[in-house]
């Protein structure tokens, strides 16, 4: 994105009609620049509606991130985290990954006004998109290996859960492994999901870089590139969410639950997830890497994270890289 133009975006966001001469002298350019800022944003889809003589404005009104509202929705965690905004990325996991290798400090959080090449479980893309998702990654630095991180995304979807409830949101409900959904219209409808990346040794200390993904609000364009139903919390809240608002309070859990996750495991949190898990007893389909679907139903999850399927050949356990869930229903 050319350089000028977030700083532009920004001023359009409060939703009114900006005029090109305007903007010009608030940055000191021309009205030149200020076309091609607003046509480079436009190449990466973000929509800027062009009326002459009254100037540029943005569909309706964005609010946008930022470093210190978000640090002072962390309650009394803020001390504990470094927050970065950054107007655009590629993908925070890898930027954040990269920072780690170069000694970035514990508790850094990155989140991004928008992200090009967003990152899913099994190399699936993360659709994005301004003022309609956020994304954001964290670095928790953990004395254990990776070999001691078993089931590290199922809390980190507990905690999440755990916010979006302090926010009203109370019928969000988790997908193991990685899944936060809502039931609508008879159908499961995804909010977000995780995605964790690991370094470090097996057994030596570790880092793990958690990547996040949230709906806000989905338009219809966009809606269409995704392969399942989704929606956003703005549709699921019945008004916009305050997005500095929402990373602040999902710090805030994170924060509880990775310190209590270092101390005694996933065990700890197991009973809770149970409440939360949208399949739990419910007849699945499991789609193995090899294309085999196997059908079964939930009985839980083990003390260290993996499902437990009842299937033809008796209660089985899957692992997170193994397999993906559908309901059968």
């Not at 959904?181 to 999901?193: T, Y």
Request: with cysteine; charged share 15%.
């Amino acid at each position: 994105m050319n350089k000028l133009a977030f700083p532009i975006l920004a001023v359009l966001a409060d939703g009114k009609f900006h005029s090109g001469e305007d903007l010009a002298q608030r940055f000191g350019v021309t009205r030149a620049t200020v076309y091609n800022a607003i046509q480079s944003a436009e190449q990466l889809g973000i929509k800027v509606f062009s009326v002459r003589g009254r100037g540029y404005r943005l569909p309706k009104p964005l609010t946008l991130l930022d470093a210190d509202q978000i640090t002072q929705a962390c309650g009394d965690y803020a001390p504990w985290f470094h927050v970065q905004v950054l107007a655009q990325v590629d993908s925070t996991n890898r930027y954040l990954m990269q920072e780690s290798a170069r000694g970035i400090a514990h508790a850094t959080c990155v989140a991004a006004h928008m992200q090009t090449a967003g990152r899913g479980r099994r190399g699936r893309s993360w659709h994005s998109q301004l003022g309609g998702s956020l994304t954001f990654s964290l670095l928790w630095r953990f004395q254990c290996g990776a070999a001691g991180l078993s089931g590290l995304s199922l809390v980190v979807g507990l905690a999440l859960v755990r916010a979006l409830h302090t926010m009203g949101l109370t019928s969000v409900r988790l997908k193991w492994p990685n899944d936060l959904l809502v039931l609508q219209a008879g159908s499961w409808h995804k909010l977000g999901g995780i995605l964790i990346e690991l370094q470090g040794d097996m057994e030596g200390p570790s880092a793990a870089v958690i990547g996040i993904g949230l709906n806000l609000e989905l338009e219809a364009d966009l809606q269409q590139q995704i392969d399942q139903a989704a929606m956003g919390l703005n549709q699921l809240a019945g008004a916009p969410v305050d997005p500095n608002q929402l990373l602040g309070h999902c710090l805030n859990q994170l924060a509880q639950h990775l310190s209590l996750f270092a101390e005694h495991g996933f065990a700890y949190f197991q009973p809770e997830w149970t409440v939360y898990h949208a399949f739990e007893q419910q007849a699945v389909n499991l789609l193995l890497a090899n294309g085999q679907s196997v059908p079964g139903r939930v009985v839980g999850v083990a003390e260290e994270g993996s499902l437990l399927v009842e299937t033809a050949a008796g209660i089985q356990r899957f692992n997170a890289g193994e397999i993906s869930v559908r309901s059968a229903a």
